[in-house]
């Protein structure tokens, strides 16, 4: 981890640790391919449910379960831990598979959500529910709220800590949702508190459920939004952990603004049949779809561990 002081004229930089090993890429790819193959798995046996975000950000996070988060899965109400607010609640498929590999859900934890996605009564609901699943920070499913539910835990961190904290607070964020107008309110007020323990991942895929974003309702320039909101901005490959490390370590060394990566991904990621197809925003595989897409991972995931050795 990047060690960082808070101290605003007082900014240390661990070195040695600006960049991740190729032991660490390497683990961190097979860990995003697992990732995936457990989110197709649940998928095809929900019947419904998303797609090509959660396939595209499953390399963000592995990157933020395995590598980056201050958390302990077998103490997820630790008051210690960094908090993370997944306000495209849609994407959730990823969220669980992330959570069950780490160890979030017991032994079998993987297996349970494979077999119980969007099922009745089961934890692993469409949108992520905090009643059902306490490890949760927040329950979700209209756009645009999540970042200023992050907003409002970085003002009570600073409220209990002052300036001196030590939480992270994560936002994750799609592209299709900044059409909400809340989340810009959000990102006002974060601007104008100048709350730099806030970190907003943007999933800048391009695509939402009924188009290409720049058809639907263009955003672009989207860095100079943000940066007219007064937040450090930060343009990322999505799929290179390398970039992913540089970036959450720009992020960190920023005092006195909130930051927000600008993650470029590809929906549908390792499954190319499914890659930046916008139809595949809202809809699951079916059993010969799923078939196929589980061949190509488990292949990519064989090359992968062959690599380790």
Aim: aromatic share 8%; with cysteine.
């Amino acid at each position: 981890m990047m060690a960082i002081s808070r101290n605003k004229d007082d900014v240390v930089v661990d070195l040695a640790d600006t960049h991740l090993t190729d032991k660490e890429i390497q683990t961190l790819a097979i860990k995003a391919n697992d990732i995936r193959i457990s989110l197709v798995e649940a998928l095809i046996e929900a019947g419904s449910g998303h797609t090509a975000g959660p396939l595209g950000m499953a390399d963000i996070f592995a990157y933020l379960y395995f590598h980056e988060l201050r958390h302990d899965p077998k103490k997820p109400e630790w008051p210690e831990r960094d908090r993370l607010v997944l306000s495209n609640g849609h994407i959730c498929p990823v969220l669980y598979s992330a959570m069950a590999h780490a160890g979030y859900f017991g032994k079998d934890g993987v297996g349970k959500y494979t077999k119980s996605l969007r099922k009745y009564g089961s934890i692993f609901q469409g949108h992520p529910h905090r009643e059902y699943m306490p490890a949760l920070e927040t329950s979700s499913g209209p756009l645009g709220s999540g970042l200023s539910q992050a907003v409002g835990m970085v003002l009570a961190e600073r409220i209990d800590a002052g300036r001196s904290y030590k939480k992270w607070i994560w936002a994750l964020l799609s592209d299709g949702e900044l059409n909400e107008g809340n989340s810009w309110e959000g990102a006002m007020l974060a601007g104008k508190e100048k709350l730099g323990n806030l970190i907003a991942i943007v999933d800048r895929n391009n695509i939402q459920i009924d188009g290409f974003t720049e058809d639907i309702m263009p955003l672009e320039p989207l860095s100079d939004k943000w940066q007219a909101f007064n937040w450090h901005v930060i343009e990322v490959n999505g799929h290179d952990f390398q970039d992913i490390h540089r970036a959450v370590g720009e992020a960190k060394a920023e005092f006195d603004k909130p930051s927000v990566i600008i993650a470029n991904t590809i929906p549908g990621k390792g499954v190319p049949d499914f890659e930046r197809k916008y139809e595949w925003h809202g809809k699951p595989p079916n059993k010969e779809e799923g078939a196929m897409a589980l061949k190509v991972l488990r292949e990519l995931g064989e090359g992968l561990k062959k690599q380790s050795v």
